[in-house]
């Protein structure tokens, strides 16, 4: 199979599609803390957004948006679920963090949940490494932090 990949804003149709995806999936997952999880999840101000596409269909979604003024933060991962286990997830990252090299950030920085697996897979197999819970993940059980040199 062959991909492609788009670099756009959070203005995207596509990329405001498969959050919607994502936001449902999401809340199965999260149940009662899907309200607090979801106050960050905010799509309006993110400049910065990867689409892999297969064709004319985006099917994944990723996006960083400024932590630090030397991190990216990484938000809204997403692949739709019949195009998972190819690849795709990891090469998004990458994309993402090749756009913030660009940029010149040092690192990325990003929060998952630790009821995902493959989320926190993906993550250790990308060179991220567990962070003490940062901003307002600070406290909350369910929140694991990573960062990554990049």
Same mark, same amino acid.
């Not at 995902?116 to 940062?134: I, S």
């Given at each position: 199979m062959t991909f492609s990949i788009k670099r756009t804003t959070s203005n995207n149709p596509d990329f405001i599609?498969?959050?919607?995806?994502?936001?449902?999936?999401?809340?199965?997952?999260?149940?009662?803390?899907?309200?607090?999880?979801a106050q960050f999840n905010k799509i309006d101000k993110i400049n910065h957004v990867v689409l892999v596409y297969d064709g004319d269909n985006a099917f994944a979604c990723g996006a960083i948006k400024e932590f630090l003024p030397e991190?990216? %933060? $990484?938000?809204?991962? +997403?692949? !739709?679920?019949?195009?998972?286990g190819k690849g795709v997830a990891s090469m998004l990252l990458q994309a993402l963090e090749k756009w913030a090299k660009e940029m010149n950030y040092?690192?990325?920085?990003?929060?998952?949940?630790?009821?995902?697996?493959?989320?926190?897979?993906?993550?250790?197999?990308?060179?991220? %490494? $567990?962070?003490?819970? +940062?901003? !307002?993940?600070?406290?909350?059980?369910?929140s694991i932090c990573f960062e990554k040199t990049i």
């Open positions: 599609k498969l959050v919607k995806q994502l936001d449902t999936e999401l809340s199965k997952i999260n149940g009662d803390e899907d309200a607090f999880y991190a990216m %933060e $990484v938000k809204r991962m +997403y692949t !739709q679920p019949n195009f998972r040092k690192k990325c920085v990003l929060e998952t949940s630790k009821r995902q697996p493959d989320a926190l897979a993906l993550y250790r197999k990308n060179g991220y %490494e $567990v962070t003490p819970n +940062y901003g !307002q993940y600070i406290g909350i059980a369910n």
